[in-house]
Nanobody, 114 residues
Framework: QVQLVESGGGLVQPGGSLRLSCAAS????????MGWYRQAPGKQRELVAD???????MYADSVKGRFTISRDNAKNTVYLQMNSLKPEDTAVYYC????????WGRGTQVTISS
Protein backbone atom coordinates (compact mmCIF):
# COMPACT_ATOMS: atom_id res chain seq x y z
CA GLN A 1 0.00 0.00 0.00
CA VAL A 2 1.03 3.56 -0.72
CA GLN A 3 -0.47 6.60 0.96
CA LEU A 4 -0.38 10.03 -0.68
CA VAL A 5 -1.03 13.37 0.99
CA GLU A 6 -1.29 16.55 -1.08
CA SER A 7 -0.76 20.06 0.20
CA GLY A 8 -0.32 23.58 -1.11
CA GLY A 9 -3.65 24.34 -2.70
CA GLY A 10 -5.50 27.59 -2.17
CA LEU A 11 -6.99 30.71 -3.69
CA VAL A 12 -4.81 32.92 -5.86
CA GLN A 13 -5.41 35.68 -8.37
CA PRO A 14 -4.93 35.16 -12.10
CA GLY A 15 -1.26 35.38 -12.97
CA GLY A 16 -0.22 34.13 -9.57
CA SER A 17 1.70 31.03 -8.53
CA LEU A 18 1.21 28.02 -6.30
CA ARG A 19 3.35 25.05 -5.43
CA LEU A 20 1.68 21.75 -4.71
CA SER A 21 3.40 18.97 -2.81
CA CYS A 22 2.54 15.30 -2.52
CA ALA A 23 4.24 13.15 0.08
CA ALA A 24 4.19 9.39 -0.31
CA SER A 25 4.48 6.86 2.50
CA UNK A 26 4.16 3.13 2.84
CA UNK A 27 5.66 0.90 0.15
CA UNK A 28 7.44 3.79 -1.52
CA UNK A 29 10.20 1.57 -2.92
CA UNK A 30 7.63 0.12 -5.32
CA UNK A 31 6.65 3.49 -6.83
CA UNK A 32 7.54 4.11 -10.45
CA UNK A 33 5.92 7.16 -12.05
CA MET A 34 4.18 9.85 -10.06
CA GLY A 35 1.99 12.62 -11.34
CA TRP A 36 -0.74 15.16 -10.99
CA TYR A 37 -4.27 15.10 -12.36
CA ARG A 38 -7.02 17.64 -11.96
CA GLN A 39 -10.78 17.64 -12.08
CA ALA A 40 -12.87 20.75 -12.58
CA PRO A 41 -16.60 20.82 -11.73
CA GLY A 42 -18.60 18.96 -14.35
CA LYS A 43 -15.50 17.73 -16.17
CA GLN A 44 -13.53 14.52 -16.31
CA ARG A 45 -10.30 14.08 -14.45
CA GLU A 46 -7.38 14.96 -16.71
CA LEU A 47 -3.64 14.49 -16.64
CA VAL A 48 -1.67 17.61 -15.80
CA ALA A 49 1.87 16.25 -15.62
CA ASP A 50 3.79 13.16 -14.66
CA UNK A 51 7.37 12.21 -13.93
CA UNK A 52 9.14 8.88 -14.09
CA UNK A 53 11.45 7.52 -11.44
CA UNK A 54 14.38 8.70 -13.57
CA UNK A 55 12.97 12.18 -14.04
CA UNK A 56 11.40 12.02 -17.47
CA UNK A 57 8.47 14.42 -17.56
CA MET A 58 5.30 14.84 -19.57
CA TYR A 59 2.83 17.72 -19.56
CA ALA A 60 -0.64 18.43 -20.82
CA ASP A 61 -0.56 20.98 -23.63
CA SER A 62 -2.65 23.37 -21.57
CA VAL A 63 0.05 23.73 -18.91
CA LYS A 64 3.27 23.48 -20.91
CA GLY A 65 5.55 26.40 -20.18
CA ARG A 66 3.62 27.35 -17.04
CA PHE A 67 3.79 24.28 -14.78
CA THR A 68 6.83 22.30 -13.70
CA ILE A 69 6.73 18.87 -12.10
CA SER A 70 9.65 17.67 -10.02
CA ARG A 71 10.41 14.83 -7.71
CA ASP A 72 12.61 14.26 -4.69
CA ASN A 73 13.06 10.51 -4.41
CA ALA A 74 14.91 10.83 -1.10
CA LYS A 75 11.84 12.54 0.39
CA ASN A 76 9.33 10.46 -1.58
CA THR A 77 7.71 13.71 -2.63
CA VAL A 78 6.51 15.08 -5.94
CA TYR A 79 5.95 18.78 -6.55
CA LEU A 80 3.98 20.82 -9.03
CA GLN A 81 5.10 24.42 -9.46
CA MET A 82 2.29 26.34 -11.12
CA ASN A 83 2.98 29.79 -12.56
CA SER A 84 0.93 32.21 -14.63
CA LEU A 85 -2.23 30.66 -13.29
CA LYS A 86 -5.49 31.14 -15.15
CA PRO A 87 -9.12 30.83 -14.04
CA GLU A 88 -9.40 27.67 -16.14
CA ASP A 89 -6.76 26.04 -13.92
CA THR A 90 -9.34 25.99 -11.13
CA ALA A 91 -9.87 22.37 -10.09
CA VAL A 92 -9.20 19.78 -7.46
CA TYR A 93 -5.67 18.54 -8.02
CA TYR A 94 -4.91 14.91 -7.30
CA CYS A 95 -1.54 13.27 -6.89
CA UNK A 96 -1.02 9.73 -8.14
CA UNK A 97 1.66 7.11 -7.74
CA UNK A 98 2.04 4.06 -9.94
CA UNK A 99 3.23 0.68 -8.79
CA UNK A 100 1.47 -2.34 -10.20
CA UNK A 101 -1.54 -0.39 -9.01
CA UNK A 102 -2.39 3.31 -9.26
CA UNK A 103 -2.75 5.08 -5.94
CA TRP A 104 -4.47 8.43 -5.48
CA GLY A 105 -4.36 11.18 -2.93
CA ARG A 106 -7.51 12.86 -1.65
CA GLY A 107 -6.91 16.02 -3.64
CA THR A 108 -6.30 19.66 -2.92
CA GLN A 109 -8.46 22.52 -4.16
CA VAL A 110 -6.89 25.16 -6.39
CA THR A 111 -9.01 28.21 -7.15
CA ILE A 112 -7.91 30.99 -9.47
CA SER A 113 -10.08 34.05 -9.12
CA SER A 114 -9.83 37.79 -8.74
Amino acid sequence: QVQLVESGGGLVQPGGSLRLSCAASGRVFSINAMGWYRQAPGKQRELVADISKTGRTMYADSVKGRFTISRDNAKNTVYLQMNSLKPEDTAVYYCNADTSYRYWGRGTQVTISS
